[in-house]
């Protein structure tokens, strides 16, 4: 049931999320004061689009990539946007119906579907980083694409010069050194034990470092965090629901409905980034956390903020209801809310402390781009308002961890924000100085825009208003492309 009294169209918000624009060019009205300092960058997003096929409903997961670029130029700003050029999106985009596995859906109604349709797809539909000359669209369940960073057209499939060839699953999210100028990527090896391999590319993309670590049990990854010596990983115990894998067999049921979060206790690995042992910290309880604010180490303690749920299900994510029913993003999700959490390990005892740094419901945190691995004070995320509410996310929070002190906008009934971008003032020195920028869906005006927000006043709203061209598709995450 929605958590609110709905105050949008339910077919315009899901006629958006199919656009009829597979390349899209054109100028943005703003309204507000843009920041001079933003010119010359862009703002990029990856999501999820054409998830209505043939009069069947995709799961946003296994919605096709859909990169949109807000150029920021001439004083003003343009989209660029564009479907990534799978060879899935080709074949569905031609014959308008669903013909790939995904992992939040199944091909048709009938219960033979799935099985008639033996291969998933690769959407590349859930992160968006530029690296050493070409933007990588990156999806869970297989190898990344690269595209051109001008045109937006796909080059195709991504190995770095073989280095990740023979990868099954890259996670989505990417990690970026900025001190030493490093991508950091991470694969899995899913089953009974949970292989991971960690990539470091330089900056023209050669491969400088690579580690591997296994560990016992079936774990669920979608993030992870590095410091300057050490890749860390918050494992998800997951284990198979029986039901949920007879249904997958049976070819009734989806990849995510087969799993379930366990209450095994979780681990904290912190794999050394020049290859000696790893370490492991058992922190005594079950828990679940998709993403990670960030990770530093300070006086011989390794600190990690995730946004951990308090409970945790797999399925309706992003309004799904299934294939029948129009996605509905005031929908809640079935479990219990996120809150940022910091995990304090003295690596030297293995001990661990765990605190809550806010009350707020967040998730999709993120920090300034050159702060990965470093000592950060500024976080900012989506939550709901009011206070104690959980997603779906109406609003924008930012945190100053070293003040204790919180600001939170809301968008207004009806109002759904994304994933917050932190862009940097060109030459600019404190943590802070720059803007945060986040995709705000209007379903009461069926309008979308990029919220253009002063960091040391987001209560205040956005000082500036970048127009989308409709309701654009919702998207995952984005990245800030300095000039
Ligand atoms: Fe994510």
């Known amino acids: 049931m929605p958590s609110t009294q709905r105050h949008y169209d339910l077919e315009a918000f899901n006629a958006v999320m199919t656009p009829e624009v597979a390349d899209l060019s054109q100028a943005l009205t703003v309204d507000g004061d843009l920041p001079e300092g933003l010119q010359g960058g862009s703002y990029l997003l990856n999501g999820p689009a054409m998830v209505r096929l043939g009069g069947r409903l995709m799961h946003p997961f296994d919605g096709h990539g859909f ?8 004083g003003g700003a343009r989209i660029q946007a564009r479907f990534v050029d799978t060879p899935e999106w080709r074949r569905e985009s031609a014959e308008q119906r669903p013909l790939y596995r995904g992992v939040g859906t199944r091909v048709g109604k009938g219960a033979f579907s799935n099985m008639l ?5 690769n959407p590349a ?27 937006l057209e796909t080059r195709g499939l991504e190995t770095f010069d073989a280095a990740l060839e023979g990868q099954r699953t890259v996670l989505a999210h990417t990690k970026v050194d900025a001190a030493r100028q490093r991508l950091v990527m991470m694969s899995l090896r899913p089953g009974p034990s949970t292989g991971f391999t960690f990539f470091e590319f330089d900056a023209q ?3 400088v470092a690579r580690a591997e670590h296994t560990c016992k049990g079936m774990v669920f990854l979608h993030d992870f965090a590095i410091t300057e010596s050490h890749y860390v990983v918050l494992e998800n115990p997951v ?23 366990s209450p095994r206790d979780a681990r904290l690995i912190a794999v050394p980034r020049d290859g000696g042992e790893a370490r492991t910290i058992d922190l005594g309880r079950g ?3 998709v993403h990670h604010a960030g990770a530093f180490e300070q006086d011989g303690r390794l600190i990690l903020d995730s946004a951990l749920f308090d409970s945790f299900q797999f399925g309706r994510e992003f ?6 029913l129009p996605l509905d ?9 996120q809150h940022l959490t910091r995990f304090t390990v003295d690596l030297a005892t293995g001990s661990v402390e765990t605190r809550r740094l806010s009350d707020w419901s967040l998730d999709f945190p993120r920090i300034h781009p050159d702060r990965e691995g470093l000592a950060y004070r500024h976080v900012y995320a989506c939550t709901s308002t009011p206070q104690g509410a959980n997603d779906p996310f109406t609003a924008l929070i930012a945190l100053d961890l070293e003040e204790g002190t919180e600001q939170v906008w809301g968008g207004g009934e009806g109002c759904f924000v994304g994933e917050p971008v932190f862009a940097p003032r060109p030459g600019g020195v404190e943590e802070n100085d720059g803007w945060v920028l986040a995709a705000v869906y209007d379903g009461r005006n069926e309008a979308a825009f990029l919220g253009v927000f002063d960091p040391c006043d987001v209560a205040a709203g956005p000082i500036a208003r970048v127009h989308l061209p409709g309701l654009l598709p919702y998207g995952f995450h984005g990245t800030w492309q300095a000039a």
């Open 239 to 261: 284990d198979l629901d029986v039901g949920g894998l007879a249904r997958m067999l049976m070819g009734t049921g989806s990849l995510i409905g087969m799993l379930k979060s």
């Open 125 to 151: 539909n859930t992160c968006i980083q530029p690296w050493a000359g070409r933007l990588l669209a990156l999806y869970e369940g297989g190898l990344p694409y690269a595209l051109d960073p001008q045109s």
């Open 329 to 337: 993003p005031g929908v809640r999700e079935p479990g219990q809310g």
């Open 319 to 324: 309004g799904f209801r299934g294939g029948d």
């Open 117 to 121: 349709a033996p291969k998933m797809k």
């Open 205 to 207: 993309g050669r491969q």
């Open 67 to 74: 990169v949109r670029a807000l150029r920021f130029e001439g």
């Open 287 to 289: 828990l679940f956390a």
